[in-house]
């Protein structure tokens, strides 16, 4: 069955902080867990006798499962109904979570994470795109800027919530306390929400296939390249399968009826700029971020709940910059704050990495923390807003499914490359040992993040935009709401 042409269909006006709420919830849900389950892995260490290499598979099997089904799921939003997908993504999130908190072995754990990463791989993706479809094109860039805000609580709560788990909790509340988020979540998104649906066309089974296996095996090797080593055959052979099979996935693409990912949405120089900044920007952040909370640690050697609230200036200020950044890319554009946004975390990141002694004080790395947060909430909202600016609503889901996907890469690559630095530069996790290490792994976060900056210059202005204004009215690009 090919597209069919999409009728008219009337949009329930609801209240417009409970549709921002249904979105922003889940995503919420799922941001807290991922960053809570790393700094848990201590006690897990400790009360589950896990091993180094399990421990790296409780957060790997997230991942991999995540990055793996994003674009499938999105595709069957668009084939079955978004807030339907949504709905289904934080049930199977939620049942992840309760097998996580009764696992007894490291075996089950690894096994819920991956059933965790499949339930947000339906949630993450669409969140965006039901928002934006749920709301008046005038108030799309205020809504997207609170969903921003929403994600950087989750990135500032994560650690506290963590950190307090390590300081005598039970490891078990990381998973329970996902549930009655999951009760709500998903009445609140039924309700509320749209069941918006994109082209009802057949799901693109070899290229959902193509896709998942050649994420799987690339992602795979980025997590292993630092036990095995980047040489190791294994590896080397894992990054070229993947390789070939992404080129696969892209030559089916221009072939299948009913392409799972449209190659036509790169020709759009918003969404290819803002996917390739996305990417450098999770590389460069997230890889840095590894790094400068081990080092909090290990050389000031703060607990681990004292390293989160001595974080604290860097990722609450997304929560509350994001939303202003949100009203203000209409007015100002989303190019001029993506520059800036990157610019401040590469400034931030090189002052950071210039800093950083085994005698330290603590109220010298506030300035730059502070910096640092500003500018991963100028990104944040604007580049929601800039990947979806001249798309149709229609193609929402697949485009927050590709962007998302990027992002995943970029994030488990940055962290694997930083690592092999400071691995290389003979870094332990001894302060004498691990300064010296540590600086050019971080200096490393700056150039890629310095590189983005440079890039996001050739974005389209976004000056007046109302994030993601369709081609043509909505009422005409999507298909009955059920």
Partial sequence: MTESPLTAT??????????VAAASLPMFMATLDNLVMTNALPVLHREMGASVEEL???????????????????????????????????????????LAALSTDPGQLIAARAVQGLGAAGVMPLSLALLSGAVPPARRALAIGIWGGVSGLGVAVGPLVGGAIMEGWDWQAIFWINVPVAI???????????????????????????????????VHAIVRGNDDGWDSIGVIAEIVLGTLLIAA?????TRAQAPLMPLRLFRDRSFSITNIVGFAFSF???????????????????????????????????????????????????????????????????????VMSTDLDYPTLIAPFIMAGVGMALVFAPSATALLATLGLIDHAKAS????????????????????????????????????AARPAVFTGAAVLFAATIVALWLPSGKGTTAAVPAVPAEAELTPAR
């Fill in 10 to 19: 009337p949009r329930r006006a609801r209240p417009f902080a409970l549709v």
């Fill in 56 to 98: 790296q598979w409780f957060v790997n099997a997230y991942t991999l499962a995540f990055a793996g089904a994003i674009l499938i799921a999105s595709a069957l939003g668009d084939r079955f109904g978004r807030r339907t997908l949504f709905a289904i993504g934080i049930a199977v999130f939620g049942v992840g979570s309760v």
């Fill in 184 to 218: 709500i979540a998903i009445p609140l998104a039924l309700v509320v929400l749209n069941n918006d649906f994109g082209a009802r066309a057949r799901i693109d089974v070899p290229g959902a296939l193509l896709a998942a296996a050649g994420v799987l095996a690339l």
């Fill in 249 to 253: 996935f892209l030559w089916w693409q």
């Fill in 284 to 354: 460069g952040t997230f890889g840095a971020v590894f790094i400068l909370i081990q080092y909090l640690q290990v050389v000031q050697g703060s607990t681990p709940l004292e390293a989160a609230v001595q974080t604290t200036p860097w990722t609450l200020a997304p929560m509350i910059v994001a939303p202003i950044a949100g009203i203000l890319a209409p007015r100002v554009g989303t190019r001029i704050l993506l520059v800036l946004g990157l610019a401040l975390q590469g400034v931030a990141l090189t002052w950071i990495a210039a």
């Fill in 401 to 436: 499914g590709v962007n998302s996907t990027v992002r995943e890469l970029g994030v488990a690559l940055g962290t694997a490359v930083m690592t092999a630095i400071f691995v290389s530069a003979g870094g332990e996790l001894l302060p004498d040992m691990y300064v010296d």
